[in-house]
T-cell receptor, first 115, second 113 residues
Framework: SQQGEEDPQALSIQEGENATMNCSYKTSINNLQWYRQNSGRGLVHLILIRSNEREKHSGRLRVTLDTSKKSSSLLITASRAADTASYFCATDASYSGAGSYQLTFGKGTKLSVIP | DAGVIQSPRHEVTEMGQEVTLRCKPISGHDYLFWYRQTMMRGLELLIYFNNNVPIDDSGMPEDRFSAKMPNASFSTLKIQPSEPRDSAVYFC???????????FGSGTRLTVV
């Protein structure tokens, strides 16, 4: 079963605009990660936010986490055509000790950035 | 590092045939994961290994699926016999216990006709 659910399923914006994607999850987590997948390629790790963090930045990416609402958002500022991809959130909810974990992925948000 | 390497990139096979997918993880990574991606079900974890030992194979759909990791640099996912509903993109990913991000391979697109 899917732990994370992204919203919206698809998003189309103009180049230069900001893109916001949301992720909701069901159980307590240790950390939440965001990945990007370009068409026909594997997923690429973007950013990780731990359960005790509320916000994190990496370049044009900004991630927030609200554990009370079990939700996270990914903001891409000043979007570019090259940002066109699917974006997935993944949660680590089965941590059982040092070095033991697995990620559960949502179904993703398909972002289209129009030049 | 060349990243996680999967082969083949594409596989077309007839129903009933055996299919073997291969993965070479990043050197030094002690975790290896096999995922399957379809439009309907998204990304599903099939099995994962830690230090070459299978830890959780509860995601393997049927006995037709098996996975091995004979050493730290190689893993296989085998489907025997294959069925049309096995058509999907199969991803291998590796990770280190020192960090939490996964590195994915480019995937194998399997089509069973």
């Amino acid at each position: 079963s899917q732990q994370g659910e992204e919203d919206p399923q698809a998003l189309s914006i103009q180049e230069g605009e900001n893109a916001t994607m949301n992720c909701s999850y069901k159980t307590s987590i240790n950390n939440l990660q965001w990945y990007r997948q370009n068409s026909g390629r594997g997923l690429v790790h973007l950013i990780l936010i731990r359960s005790n963090e509320r916000e994190k930045h990496s370049g044009r990416l900004r991630v927030t986490l609200d554990t009370s609402k079990k939700s996270s958002s990914l903001l891409i500022t000043a979007s570019r055509a090259a940002d066109t991809a699917s974006y997935f959130c993944a949660t680590d909810a089965s941590y059982s000790g040092a070095g033991s974990y697995q990620l559960t992925f949502g179904k993703g948000t398909k972002l289209s950035v129009i030049p | 590092d060349a990243g996680v390497i999967q082969s083949p990139r594409h596989e077309v096979t007839e129903m009933g045939q055996e299919v073997t997918l291969r993965c070479k993880p990043i050197s030094g990574h002690d975790y290896l994961f096999w995922y399957r991606q379809t439009m309907m079900r998204g990304l599903e974890l099939l099995i994962y290994f830690n230090n070459n030992v299978p830890i959780d194979d509860s995601g393997m759909p049927e006995d037709r699926f098996s996975a091995k990791m004979p050493n730290a640099s190689f893993s296989t996912l085998k489907i025997q016999p294959s069925e049309p509903r096995d058509s999907a993109v199969y991803f291998c990913a590796s990770s280190s216990s020192d960090s939490y991000g996964y590195t994915f391979g480019s995937g194998t697109r399997l089509t069973v006709v």
